[in-house]
């Protein structure tokens, strides 16, 4: 049900609040002043605040546009039994939704409510459907290989279980895409897929990326953080190159793993996730394990299944179907018609080295796109490919 915050100095107003509200079947609290609605509003996700203009500490036209910052995605109900049309216009323009005299009427209440938390929910679908559309554009498999195909039968077998996956290959072949599709072919497509690229955080600060941390656990740590896995909560988890993960950080994934439970750096309470897990690398984690640099426990605990990605010179029947979709994709980027490419380009491209692999080759095309004319010809290939 819709969690909803009620944020007002008077305790008989936020108990009656509260009571008509809990009667509707919503999940309320509460905070008596400004400050203390701001810290609710950074440990819990709300979908609606009712929030009183007038209060000491903090009046609530600031807390609106501190909110603007911290819980975006949040509806606020603007309620006062000092307002005017002035305060009215100038909490909208300040992002309300609405503006309740008080005593509120039970039946305006009820439905401005209700029309508030629709709007979020229409917000909040909005933003999902173009997240996943902008993942679709890029996650498509193009090629027809044996070895993609090897790829594509084993995400279809994997996808729609809930079983861990180690995803390897080399840098640039295409192992965040599997993931992707591993998301969107599962159960959990609804829900959230949320990427950490271990080897991108420091290691003194992967552990509070992944479990979160509590305020004040650490120098930096001004206000509570929620980390990765519970981000995750219902969906997807997808730990990209996982070999280069410290070993202390490397522990507590383990244990997640096991419990289905983490603690925030800094913090006691256990918490319960529901999360698969999908993990990447480039490296040779059996020889990392042999090296002492990755547990052998947690590396049979992530590969439940494992899926190789070939490298593009491995597959390179697929290359001219790669450039073509790259031409398209690189014409819809820039707004013009996708420029055609002769069968000698294509001849050439497909004989290179490919070391940096698919994502070397989309960069090649875009090079190609930007110094050849309406047609990439043979000579352009080789003027501007680089090799």
């Known amino acids: 049900m819709p969690r909803i915050l009620i944020i007002d100095d008077e305790k008989a107003i936020r108990n009656t609040l509260k009571e008509i509200l809990e009667f509707e079947s919503y999940t309320v609290d509460q905070a008596e002043d400004g400050p203390a609605g701001l810290d609710l509003l950074i440990q819990h996700k709300y979908d609606l605040v009712l929030c009183d203009i007038k209060m000491p500490k903090m009046d609530g036209l600031e807390v609106l546009s501190r909110a603007q910052t911290l819980a975006p995605d949040t509806a606020f109900i603007m309620v006062s039994a000092h307002g005017n049309i002035e305060t009215a216009v100038e909490a909208t323009k300040k992002g309300a939704y609405d503006f309740l005299p008080k005593p509120p009427d039970l039946n305006r209440l009820l439905i401005t409510v209700r029309n508030a938390l629709d709007r979020t929910k229409l917000v909040t679908e909005t933003k999902t ?57 599962s159960p959990r497509a609804q829900g959230p897929m949320v990427e950490v690229n271990c ?26 953080r929620i980390g990765k896995f519970e981000q995750a909560d219902g969906g997807t988890l997808f730990l990209d190159e996982i070999g280069d993960m410290s070993l202390s950080a490397q522990a507590k994934v383990l244990r997640a793993l096991q419990e289905s439970k983490i603690t925030r750096v800094g913090g006691e309470k256990e918490i319960s996730v529901n999360v698969r897990v999908l993990a990447a690398t480039n490296k040779d984690l059996l020889q990392e394990i042999a090296d002492r640099n990755f547990r052998e426990d947690l590396y049979h605990r992530l590969s439940v299944i494992l899926i190789q990605v070939p490298a593009l010179n491995d597959r390179r029947e697929d290359i001219p179907d790669l450039i073509q979709k790259f031409l398209a994709d690189i014409a819809a980027d820039y707004g013009n018609k996708a420029k055609k490419i002769d069968a000698g380009a294509l001849k050439y491209l497909q004989g290179l080295d490919w070391r940096g692999n698919i994502r070397e080759l989309r960069n090649v095309v875009e090079r190609l796109v930007i110094m050849s004319d309406d047609t990439v010809t043979e000579a352009d290939a080789k003027a501007f490919a680089g090799k």
Do not use: C, W, Y
């Not at 459907?129 to 027809?144: H, P």
């Not at 070895?147 to 995803?167: F, M, N």
């Open 129 to 185: 459907l173009k997240k996943k559309l902008s993942v679709t554009k890029g996650s498509a498999m193009i090629g027809s290989s044996a070895a993609l195909g090897a790829v594509r039968k084993a995400i279809e077998k994997v996808a729609p279980t809930d079983a861990r996956v180690l995803i390897t290959g080399p840098n640039g072949a295409g192992k965040e895409m599997v993931a992707r599709q591993l998301h969107e072919l």
């Open 199 to 224: 080897a991108a955080i420091p290691s003194e600060l992967i552990e509070s990326e992944l479990f979160g941390h509590e305020k004040g656990s650490f120098t930096s740590a001004v206000k509570q």
